[in-house]
């Protein structure tokens, strides 16, 4: 295949209907942009499932080619900070929602959206972390700098066998934390310990229905991926001047709660958006991954997919059954 044409994933719309192929589009159709890079890794998350399925609140544009993540080599630059054949990771921004993404041989964006791949992390590392695994830092970075620390008690951890949620055990574990990883997934309790839970929970244990406007103080801090009730539950069981952060909606957008939390506890409720994330954090987050908080078993959280594979995996994370992480092999 010549240069001008590539290979990606190519979703656009029919008579009414979204359908998805991995098919051919030129570097020319490419943005403008700093970098031209050529895509070794992405992986699967939430977002891109979305937008593959034609989800407008993410992707307003088709036809599209999503992957809010992308790791590879860049092939021409236009900065002076980034030069032909450095290896690179870009998370976010505006790629693969408008932009196109990392499920395609080709990305073309700007060098402000675009981190040098940290020393200690391989190209396919870094897109097992993905945009996930960076969350997933995030989320600890800002229970740290909220004052969290291991020594103040347990960390629940919500929708735990998903992509943020099994980073965000891994990585928690290793920076010395006690997680408790609560996951609807009664087969996948196995692989939560592997990495690094000391206690399991189900969904239902942690899905308070009584409309207490508190509850017994359990967590120094909650990492939640999955808002509403449980988000809410979560709240109300944070101890005195713990920590919450929400970054996702997998049960619900809602979130109903007092003030109570909040005013009798001194509980703060911290927002996560990973894609807007400034530069000097998202460098000091990816030095943390690629250090002491990176898991013994990263490589092994990855499951590697093709393009052509990718299809059914869309489905399944859509329907919460995927554990773990789907890195994209744009080789294989
Ligand atoms: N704000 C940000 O910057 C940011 C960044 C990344 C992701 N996100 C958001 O975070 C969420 C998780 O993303 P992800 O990539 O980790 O997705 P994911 O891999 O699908 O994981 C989500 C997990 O949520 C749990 N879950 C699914 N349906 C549920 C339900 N009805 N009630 C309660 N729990 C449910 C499941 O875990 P268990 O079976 O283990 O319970 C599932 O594996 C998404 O909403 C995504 O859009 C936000």
Redesign the pocket.
């Known amino acids: 295949m010549s240069v001008e044409q590539y290979k990606a994933m190519i979703v656009s719309e029919s008579n009414g209907h979204m359908v998805r192929e991995v098919g051919r589009r030129r570097i020319e159709e490419l943005p403008e942009g700093d970098l031209l890079i050529n895509v070794k890794y992405s992986s699967l998350?939430?977002?891109d499932a979305m937008s593959a399925t034609g989800n407008r609140g993410v992707t307003k544009r088709y036809p599209h080619t999503p992957g809010i993540d992308a790791a590879g080599v860049v092939v021409t630059s236009e900065n002076g900070d980034f030069a032909r054949g450095d290896e690179v990771v870009v998370t976010g921004y505006d790629l693969g929602m408008n932009t196109p993404g990392g499920f395609g041989r080709y990305i073309r964006v700007p060098a402000d959206w675009v981190v040098k791949k940290p020393q200690g992390l391989t190209l396919r590392e870094c897109m097992t972390y993905g945009?996930?695994g960076f969350?997933a830092g995030l989320s600890l970075y800002k229970l740290e700098a909220a004052g969290v620390t291991p020594d103040d008690g347990d960390i629940l951890v919500?929708?735990?066998?998903?992509?943020?949620?099994s980073m965000a055990v891994a990585i928690l574990a290793k920076a010395g934390y006690r997680v408790c990883a609560?996951?609807?997934?009664s087969e996948?309790h196995e692989f939560l310990k592997r990495l690094g839970a000391a206690e399991i929970l189900s969904?239902k244990e942690v899905d308070d229905k009584s409309k207490r406007p508190l509850l017994p103080q359990r967590w120094a801090g909650v990492v939640d991926?999955?808002g509403?009730n449980?988000l809410t539950a979560a709240i109300k069981s944070t101890k005195r001047n713990g920590s919450v952060t929400t970054?996702?909606?997998?049960?619900s957008a809602d979130l109903n709660t007092t003030v109570y939390p909040f005013i009798l506890r001194g509980v703060n409720l911290l927002g996560?958006?990973?894609?807007d994330t400034r530069m000097p954090v998202r460098r000091q987050i990816w030095q943390n991954l690629a250090g002491d908080w990176r898991p013994e078993m990263l490589a092994e959280i990855g499951t590697d997919r093709s393009l052509e594979e990718l299809d059914s995996e869309i489905e399944e994370?859509l329907n919460?059954r995927?554990?773990g992480r789907i890195v994209v092999d744009l080789d294989r």
């Open positions: 998350n939430y977002k945009t996930a969350t919500t929708g735990a066998s998903g992509g943020v949620g609560a996951t609807g997934k996948q969904r991926v999955v509403g449980i970054c996702g909606l997998t049960q996560i958006n990973s894609a994370i919460g995927v554990s």
